[in-house]
């Protein structure tokens, strides 16, 4: 595989970010990309074109990616571009302060992000799946961009390139607690400008993206759920034995 450098900034999934509240824009379900090592592998590779540029991930080595079925000279020749070694920490060249003076704010670390991001409006990778999908042309915002997940985002869309530029279209209905008043309401995405992939396509990257920042807040997650399956199959086995033993027992004494 070989992954081009992309110079784009992923700004700040600001840590004051909160899930869309009640009444706010609905979460899509993000698909399920837990067992599937080539999407994994897609989205570290996403990660580190389009994230890694500005954001930490100092809780992640390049040398656990060979969890995903990649092997040290794959992580070598592929994901790493400004002299890192296998063994570092997945972190940005960029100095904080530089990005403080830049951005306004330290981008966060997005070690544990989809952890993070999880709450009652469903879970941490539901809300970056909507969120990476939902940005839309809006020429009063400084990125020229806005999201409907967080409106007034600071975030710029930086994968704009792969879906292309939608516009937002809005329709004005009465408001369900009080009849006497309009409310804008979602209608639709317009696509203004194509980007390099279809609209699958990039549902389907931004999926793998999502997959691996949750694969990447707890690495061995599956091991444990493999794990935790045989500790109940062992646990029911005694548990029998033991039940068994008592009434043998039992049945001596009386």
């Known amino acids: 595989m070989i992954f081009s450098k992309k110079l784009l900034a992923l700004l700040a999934l600001v840590p004051a970010l909160a899930f869309a509240s009640e009444g706010g824009h609905p979460l899509d379900k993000a ?10 592998q897609n989205g570290a590779k996403l990660f580190v074109n389009y994230c890694l540029n500005c954001h930490n991930a100092s809780s992640m080595r390049y040398n656990r990616l060979r969890d995903l079925g990649l092997t040290e000279e794959q992580i070598k020749n592929n994901l790493l571009f400004t002299g890192e070694k296998v063994g570092e920490l ?45 940005f839309y042309k809006d020429d009063t915002r400084p990125t020229g961009f806005n999201n409907l997940v967080l409106p007034n985002a600071a975030m710029p869309h930086v994968l704009w390139d792969l879906q292309g530029v939608q516009e937002a279209k809005f329709v004005e209905v009465a408001d369900p607690h009080d009849k006497a008043k309009k409310i804008h309401k979602f209608d639709g995405f317009t696509i203004v400008k194509p980007g390099t992939m279809t609209k699958l396509e990039y549902d389907t990257a931004v999926a793998d993206l999502v997959g ?21 199959i062992f646990m029911t086995i005694f548990a029998l034995l033991a039940w068994r033993l008592n009434a043998s027992y039992w049945k001596e004494v009386k």
């Open 31 to 40: 698909p399920d990309r837990s067992t599937n090592m080539a999407a994994l």
């Open 212 to 232: 691996y920042m949750e694969w990447m807040a707890e690495p061995a997650a599956q091991k444990r759920k493999q794990l935790g399956v045989w500790v109940l």
């Open 90 to 134: 997945m972190t940005t060249a960029m100095p904080a302060k530089d990005a403080k003076a830049w951005f306004g704010t330290v981008p966060p670390d997005l070690s544990v992000i989809a952890r993070a991001k999880a709450g009652p409006g469903g879970s941490g990778s539901d809300y970056l799946y909507t969120y990476l999908r939902t």
